[in-house]
């Protein structure tokens, strides 16, 4: 499929950055009082775009508004085209017991005791204000007018300045795909076969082509009623009003951050915290970076130093332990489990020639690639992150690195044990324990934990979709 030219004045800007400049940020839950105001607000709201981010341009702030799935109903969108979103959108994070606990959504972790995004008391919309030191006060001020206080339920959630850190201490903010804009890259050629940090834009935008070389379903609507929507790429007799969003996925994650000190102190120091998270505080990887080029990584030394390996040359996890969060959250593997092994060594285990390879619970990373957007909030004892990612496919990108990688108690031919920074620690219902961590020793034994405490807690969270800006305008429109 041609990948089109991304509409860039459609696409929200967040999509393109983290606005690491605008350290200061605020998120505000709202909930529809009265729809026909929350439309009138709508109609008057301009989210900061590609456009505006475009060949460098500094801004001293960004504003973005993200939509759930009883939000789009609360302005009035049909549920036959609401049908038209993704089964996991139109669902909710929190509704479904069986999701939950895929996700780890158990116990202590368990959506009854969160304090926003249960069931049923789902926000409607997601406003996210960032601004340059010192502007928030001006930028809050600009947006909290008596239009939006009478159209909707505001909640704040306050985040803390960014300083590059998360609550733990560890460099955050790292590791992202490289979203190939110019579409220089044809997704399953054998280049796919070592792993690539460059990304279809389709992984991220919803109406180009993702990494099957195929647009993500989208709700299509019959463009005579919509006459200012984009059309569908692959079908321009149909409105489409995906096109130009994504989704976004939002979670309050509450850090221990003493008892995760407390434990790692009594156990082995900084160097059992930095095997946990899988990098060292300071952000350098626990691999040897730069053994090879990797596609989306470089050409700036900083990038390679931080992001230019993979985890082909440490199989046993002496270096980074098999189940560190950062190899989990991204194992790094080509299309091959376990890397590309050559075409001599490839084709003998195609016809089953008894090559040893990694098991398959660790698939193919550039399908389940994440745009981290988070920020964190408070000090303290309260504290944690506000984990944001984007993602054209909930089910396949978010849901498949939180349920499959980290919340799954078998990964990498381990059992037994969860993500050590974020395991809800609960044994499976059949009694299995989740709550180890095997951490490989190159110069003995491997040290073995168990009862590992949980250290992480989701205090809220729920699915949001970030409409492109043609969309937010239709939404204004409806009746
Ligand atoms: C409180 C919770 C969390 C903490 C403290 C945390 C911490 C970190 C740290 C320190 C890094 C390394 C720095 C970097 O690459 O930017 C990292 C990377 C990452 N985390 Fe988390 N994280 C948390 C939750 C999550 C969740 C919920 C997900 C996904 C569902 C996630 C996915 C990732 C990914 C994809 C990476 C990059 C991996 C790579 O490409 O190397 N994290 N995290």
């Not at 979670?251 to 900084?270: K, P």
Request: net charge neutral; hydrophobic share 40%; charged share 20%.
């Amino acid at each position: 499929m041609p990948i089109p030219p991304h509409d860039l004045a459609d696409i929200q800007g967040l999509v393109k950055s983290g606005y690491g400049p605008l350290t200061e940020a605020l998120s505000l839950l709202l909930r529809v009082k009265d729809a026909e105001a929350a439309r009138a607000w709508l109609g008057g709201f301009h989210p900061t775009t590609m456009a505006d981010l475009s060949a460098g341009k500094r801004i001293p702030a960004a504003r973005h508004l993200a939509l759930t799935a009883p939000g789009l109903s609360a302005l009035g969108l049909a549920d036959a085209v609401l049908e038209g979103f993704s089964p996991e959108f139109v669902g909710g994070m929190s509704a479904d017991r069986a999701r939950s606990r895929r996700l780890g959504d158990v116990g202590p972790n368990a959506p009854e005791a969160w304090a926003w995004g249960r069931a049923g008391e789902e926000p409607h919309a997601l406003l996210m204000l960032f601004a340059l030191p010192g502007r928030l006060p001006t930028l809050k001020a600009e947006v909290l007018t008596p239009a939006i206080s009478a159209a909707f339920e505001i909640t704040e959630l306050p985040t803390a300045p960014l300083d590059g850190r998360e609550p733990f201490g560890f460099v955050d903010g790292l590791s992202q795909p490289r979203v190939d804009w110019a579409g220089t890259r044809q997704p399953d050629t054998s280049e796919d076969l070592d792993y690539g940090n460059l990304i279809s834009s389709g992984e991220f935008v919803l109406g180009y082509p993702n990494e099957y070389g195929l647009a993500t379903r989208t709700p299509r609507l019959d463009p005579t009623g919509a006459p200012g929507l984009p059309r569908a790429a692959d079908n321009p007799d149909k409105a489409d009003l995906g096109r130009n969003g994504t989704y976004l996925v939002f979670r309050q994650l509450h850090q221990d951050v003493d008892g995760f000190w407390r434990f790692v102190d009594a156990n082995g120091g900084l160097p059992l915290a930095e095997a946990m998270v899988g990098r060292r505080k300071d952000g350098r990887p626990l691999v040897a970076t730069g053994q090879r080029p990797i596609r989306g990584v470089g050409p700036e030394p900083a990038d390679v130093a931080a992001n230019g390996f993979d985890f082909e040359s440490d199989g046993e996890g002496l270096a980074c332990p098999l189940t560190g969060h950062v190899r989990r959250a991204n194992p790094r593997t080509g299309d091959q489990p376990g890397g590309n092994l050559g075409p001599i060594r490839t084709l003998a285990g195609m016809l089953g020639f008894g090559i040893e390879r990694q098991p398959d619970t660790i698939a193919s990373s550039r399908f389940h690639r994440l745009l981290r957007r988070g920020r964190k909030y408070g000090a303290g004892a309260d504290t944690g992150l506000h984990f944001i990612c984007l993602g054209a496919s909930i089910a396949r990108q978010f849901e498949f690195v939180q349920g499959a990688w980290l919340a799954s108690a078998k990964f990498g031919g381990l059992t037994g044990e969860q993500d050590p920074l974020l395991g809800a620690r609960q044994p499976f219902p059949e009694g299995h324990p989740t709550d180890g961590f095997r951490w490989p020793q190159a110069d003995g034994p491997c040290r073995a934990f168990d009862g590992l405490p949980q250290f992480v807690t989701v205090r809220g969270g729920a699915y949001f979709f970030l409409p492109g800006v043609r969309a937010l305008r239709y939404l204004a429109s409806l009746s």
